[in-house]
């Protein structure tokens, strides 16, 4: 069983700053790939920001130079920096990981979500 628990959502004033965490936790034997997606109201889910265990990111265009991802690989968590945040980044962000477990088989999971609202 493999659990993603994200924290650190909220509501900032446009120009802001937030940081958004997820950790990881159950049958872990491997993070491969960590990251990011988000869903606005009325449009479809995107990925924001990915990275893998050996540092490589992927980041949206509309995020590049605002945004920040990086990892805990000893703590299986993964971070996301907002900075000079538009009120066009707001929406439920979700956390995405494929995780090999200790029986060598790795399978998706996503976080349960947690709200960014930037004001204008």
């Known amino acids: 069983q493999v659990q993603l628990v994200e924290s650190g959502g909220g509501l900032v004033q446009a120009g802001g700053s937030l940081r958004v965490s997820c950790a990881a936790s159950g049958n872990i034997f491997s993070i491969p790939n960590m990251g990011w997606y988000r869903q606005a109201p009325g449009k479809q889910r995107e990925l924001v920001a990915t990275?893998?265990?050996?540092?490589?990111?992927n980041y949206a265009d509309s995020v590049k130079g605002r945004f920040t991802i990086s990892r805990d690989n000893a703590r299986n968590t993964v971070y996301l920096q907002m900075n000079s945040l538009k009120p066009d980044d707001t929406a439920v962000y979700y956390c995405?990981?494929?995780?090999?477990?200790?029986?060598?088989?790795?399978?998706?999971?996503w976080g349960q979500g947690t709200q960014v609202t930037v004001s204008s």
């Open positions: 995405n990981a494929d995780i090999t477990t200790y029986t060598r088989r790795t399978w998706n999971y």
């Open positions: 990275m893998t265990s050996d540092g490589s990111t």
